[in-house]
C-alpha cells in the first residue's frame, strides 16, 4: 500500500537529549513536511523540502534540524534547544504543484520526561 | 505572514442539522484550498478540495469558495455524531506570489460536536 509511514508513534525524551523522529514515503512525493500540534492549535510547518538534498525553514524551526538524503526520507531531529518539545509531529507529503493536497503519516507523539 | 483564520468554536450542532464552517485567508493570490477533518489523536485528512468560485459538493459536503471576500467554508447536511472532529482549513498559495510556493498553510480548526 502507498502512504507515509512515521515512527514511533510514541516517544519519550529525557531533557537535554535529542531524539529523531522517521518518516518515509513511497508516494513518490517530490515535496516533504513536518508539521508540529499542539492542544487546541492547528499545524504550524517546522520545516519543508521540495527535494531531495534541499530544504527550507517553516515557521517554528528553532530546535529542529531535517535532512533530505533520499526522495523517500525526511527524518527530523528534536534538539536539546528545543525548549518545550512536548508535542504532536505530522509529516506530509505531497507533489510540489499548485492544485495538490498533501497527505499525513498517523503522527509521532513526543513527551519530555 | 500569510494568514489563514477560522472560527474558534467550539461548535456545536444537533443530529441531523446543518454544521457551517468558515475559513478567511490573508494572501489573495491563494490559488487552492484544502478541508481536513482530524479526530482526537489521529491525523488530519482530506475531505475536501476547491480550486475555483462556487460550491463543490461531494455527498453530505459542501465547500464554497469565494475569492473575491477571500473566504472559503464547509458545510456538512445531515450532521451526524460520526462527523463531531476538529476541521482544518489549508490554503495553498500556488504560483503567482513572485515565485513557487505550494506548501499548505493551515488555520487552527474549529472543533466540531454533533449532538445525538
Known amino acids: 500500500d502507498g502512504g507515509i509511514t512515521q515512527s514511533p508513534k510514541y516517544l519519550f525524551r529525557k531533557e537535554g537529549q535529542n531524539v529523531t523522529l522517521s518518516c518515509e514515503q513511497n508516494?513518490?512525493?517530490?515535496?516533504m513536511y513536518w508539521y508540529r500540534q499542539d492542544p487546541g492549535q492547528g499545524l504550524r510547518l517546522i520545516y519543508y523540502?521540495?527535494?531531495?538534498?534541499?530544504?527550507q525553514k517553516g515557521d517554528i524551526a528553532e530546535g529542529y534540524s531535517v535532512s533530505r538524503e533520499k526522495k523517500e526520507s525526511f527524518p527530523l531531529t528534536v534538539t536539546s534547544a528545543q525548549k518545550n518539545p512536548t508535542a504532536f509531529y505530522l509529516c506530509?507529503?505531497?507533489?510540489?504543484?499548485?492544485?495538490?493536497?498533501?497527505?499525513f503519516g498517523q503522527g509521532t507523539r513526543l513527551t519530555v520526561v | 505572514q500569510k494568514e489563514v483564520e477560522q472560527n474558534s468554536g467550539p461548535l456545536s450542532v444537533p443530529e441531523g442539522a446543518i454544521a457551517s464552517l468558515n475559513c478567511t485567508y490573508s494572501d489573495r493570490v491563494s490559488q487552492s484550498f484544502f478541508w481536513y477533518r482530524q479526530y482526537s489523536g489521529k491525523s488530519p485528512e482530506l475531505i475536501m478540495s476547491i480550486y475555483s468560485n462556487g460550491d463543490k459538493e461531494d455527498g453530505r459536503f459542501t465547500a464554497q469558495l469565494n475569492k473575491a471576500s477571500q473566504y472559503v467554508s464547509l458545510l456538512i447536511r445531515d450532521s451526524q455524531p460520526s462527523d463531531s472532529a476538529t476541521y482544518l482549513c489549508?490554503?495553498?498559495?500556488?504560483?503567482?506570489?513572485?515565485?513557487?510556493?505550494?506548501?499548505?498553510?493551515f488555520g487552527k480548526g474549529t472543533l466540531l460536536t454533533v449532538n445525538p
Open positions: 508516494l513518490n512525493h517530490d515535496a
Open positions: 523540502s521540495q527535494i531531495v538534498n534541499d530544504f
Open positions: 489549508a490554503v495553498n498559495a500556488g504560483d503567482l506570489s513572485g515565485g513557487s510556493n505550494y506548501k499548505l498553510t
Open positions: 506530509a507529503s505531497s507533489i510540489w504543484s499548485r492544485n495538490t493536497e498533501a497527505f
